[in-house]
């Protein structure tokens, strides 16, 4: 296996691409136990991104973007026929270009078949120098979250308190809302009333201050439980002399750790000579961290047997798991910043939150970021929540558990509201009184969970269909928009359609429309453009009013 990896590297960039698939398709198929594996296909995956950031200056050339733009590589994929999709990021004048990212598709031999980009508009600045400082900036930004209850996209639009901001301004190209113009980006930091860590992203008018966006960091899943959810469960382990820790070295190293009820830092490693944790109460600290540990390992065996996707960034990384975040706080989130999943012990510090499609929808945000990077605001932040939902359930379908059977329903288990309902109904999200069931041209102006209603019904409706019927055990009702009576290709086919156009053809700006065309170029991609697959995703968004 040494001598194959020594020779493909020295093949031609095609070669290598081509050669990626091959080894990809070996580890999805190989148990998560094989790290020799998992190191191949990291390196490969590292080889593909060489080649992206090899072809940043003749790509930029063919698409005429102007001399002082150039193309950072982010990302890459390449198909079984050796197409590519290479994604870039954006830089004008070496400054960062908020809005300016695009993914190339290639032939096999290079030649541009496509491009996707998340703005069109040409960038042309006449001056690199602003008009006001970026100290005034800083304090307008500050100012902005001090005094603006909701300049916060999480749903609850609580004030935050304590906030400072973090770093020096950095001076960047706006061009999101296809005006590109100086801005500053600022980071502001702060903490919620309900304990949730807050980290603002704030874009400043270089002219004026005028606060033209914020995007909170911290992607949140509230709720409440009443205990631990996986039950008997097998860990992996790590032996540690006479201990055995909460950390997985054959899924990149990701571990748990206590909190101890704090909210910074990493915590303390679980650990003991028994090798045996937890008794399944939530009295006992160590179940809540079965819970995350179980579910982080399940989100990364999803994603690498599902998609041959090798941990949240795709690159042999495991994630932070942090249990007991917080003094009774009722909530969960993840932050790319520490790369880490924190979950709270809920009201009394007796009902952890830690549900698997919790973990599953967190981690996913992680893989959002990763990937299309969706703005957490307007129709592209519900399309990054619905994403979550999206792979949430299909880790919750995946790991099939007898103590939390699947279904199409968000948080269940945690009752947040104390009646038993779920956070959120994928088969009808209007039943939880404030998510939309279909699109309209006032969508995007709700907060995010709630936008994300129009996906996550299409989702159900493309994988089971419309109307009544009983799905392991649970009744589900799907109504369509037009009328229409749909029958469904099924969860497995309809989720590699939506993660194929997450990780190959959305950008930060995709709204519902680009969804569409989106996962109609994904379908045709994997099931062929005159399909039964591609002709359910066309009339399934026409179902939910997206044409």
């Known amino acids: 296996?040494?001598?194959?990896?020594?020779?493909?590297?020295?093949?031609?960039?095609?070669?290598?691409?081509?050669?990626?698939?091959?080894?990809?398709?070996?580890?999805?198929?190989?148990?998560?136990?094989?790290?020799?594996?998992?190191?191949?296909?990291?390196?490969?995956?590292?080889?593909?991104?060489?080649?992206?950031?090899?072809?940043?200056?003749?790509?930029?050339?063919?698409?005429?973007?102007?001399?002082?733009?150039?193309?950072?590589?982010?990302?890459?994929?390449?198909?079984?026929?050796?197409?590519?999709?290479?994604?870039?990021?954006?830089?004008?004048?070496?400054?960062?270009?908020?809005?300016?990212?695009?993914?190339?598709?290639?032939?096999?031999?290079?030649?541009?078949?496509?491009?996707?980009?998340?703005?069109?508009?040409?960038?042309?600045?006449?001056?690199?120098?602003?008009?006001?400082?970026?100290?005034?900036?800083?304090?307008?930004?500050?100012?902005?979250?001090?005094?603006?209850?909701?300049?916060?996209?999480?749903?609850?639009?609580?004030?935050?308190?304590?906030?400072?901001?973090?770093?020096?301004?950095?001076?960047?190209?706006?061009?999101?809302?296809?005006?590109?113009?100086?801005?500053?980006?600022?980071?502001?930091?702060?903490?919620?009333?309900?304990?949730?860590?807050?980290?603002?992203?704030?874009?400043?008018?270089?002219?004026?201050?005028?606060?033209?966006?914020?995007?909170?960091?911290?992607?949140?899943?509230?709720?409440?439980?009443?205990?631990?959810?996986?039950?008997?469960?097998?860990?992996t382990t790590n032996q540690n002399g006479s201990q055995f820790e909460l950390k997985d070295t054959t899924r990149g190293g990701q571990s748990t750790t206590d909190m101890n009820n704090g909210t910074s830092g990493s915590g303390s490693l679980f650990a003991n000579p028994n090798n045996s944790f937890g008794d399944g109460t939530a009295s006992n600290r160590e179940s809540a961290a079965v819970d995350a540990q179980f579910g982080a390992a399940t989100t990364w065996d999803f994603y690498k047997s599902t998609f041959s996707r090798n941990g949240i960034r795709n690159d042999g990384v495991g994630a932070l798991s942090r249990v007991h975040y917080g003094s009774n706080y009722v909530n969960a989130f993840w932050s790319d910043d520490c790369f880490c999943m924190s979950y709270g012990d809920g009201n009394g510090d007796a009902a952890p939150l830690t549900e698997i499609d919790v973990a599953g929808h967190e981690m996913t945000h992680g893989v959002t970021a990763a990937t299309a990077a969706l703005n957490y605001s307007g129709e592209s932040g519900g399309l990054n929540e619905a994403t979550s939902d999206i792979m949430g359930t299909m880790v919750e379908f995946y790991a099939n558990l007898p103590s939390n059977p699947p279904n199409y329903w968000i948080g269940e288990l945690i009752n947040l509201r104390g009646d038993g309902s779920p956070l959120r109904y994928m088969d009808q999200p209007s039943k939880d009184g404030q998510s939309a069931d279909n699109w309209d041209p006032n969508v995007g102006n709700l907060d995010v969970h709630y936008s994300s209603g129009v996906a996550n019904h299409f989702f159900y409706l493309l994988s089971e269909g419309s109307g009544a019927k009983t799905i392991n055990g649970f009744n589900y009702n799907s109504p369509t928009a037009d009328g229409s009576t749909l029958a469904g290709i099924g969860r497995d086919k309809a989720a590699q359609i939506w993660y194929r156009a997450l990780t190959t053809y959305f950008t930060s700006t995709t709204d519902y429309a680009g969804a569409r065309a989106a996962t109609l170029s994904a379908a045709s991609d994997l099931y062929g453009a005159n399909s039964t697959e591609y002709n359910a995703v066309a009339a399934t968004w026409t179902a939910v009013n997206v044409n």
């Not at 113009?181 to 009333?193: F, K, M, N, P, S």
């Not at 606060?211 to 409440?224: D, F, N, P, Q």
């Open 1 to 235: 296996m040494k001598r194959k990896l020594a020779a493909v590297a020295v093949l031609s960039a095609t070669a290598m691409l081509t050669g990626v698939i091959q080894v990809s398709t070996s580890v999805a198929q190989a148990s998560p136990a094989a790290p020799s594996l998992q190191a191949q296909a990291v390196q490969q995956h590292a080889a593909v991104v060489a080649v992206a950031k090899g072809q940043s200056g003749p790509i930029a050339k063919a698409l005429a973007l102007g001399d002082q733009e150039k193309l950072v590589a982010k990302d890459a994929i390449v198909d079984k026929d050796g197409t590519r999709h290479l994604r870039y990021e954006r830089t004008y004048a070496g400054l960062p270009v908020i809005g300016g990212d695009l993914v190339v598709h290639q032939k096999a031999d290079g030649a541009v078949k496509s491009v996707n980009k998340a703005v069109s508009a040409q960038i042309t600045l006449p001056s690199l120098t602003p008009q006001i400082p970026a100290d005034k900036a800083a304090d307008q930004a500050t100012g902005a979250v001090k005094s603006t209850v909701g300049v916060t996209v999480d749903s609850d639009e609580s004030p935050i308190a304590g906030v400072h901001q973090t770093g020096k301004p950095e001076l960047v190209v706006w061009a999101t809302d296809g005006n590109p113009r100086l801005a500053y980006r600022t980071t502001v930091e702060g903490v919620r009333a309900d304990g949730t860590p807050s980290s603002q992203i704030l874009i400043t008018d270089a002219s004026s201050g005028k606060v033209l966006s914020t995007h909170e960091k911290i992607e949140t899943a509230a709720g409440t439980g009443n205990g631990v959810f996986v039950g008997q469960v097998q860990l």
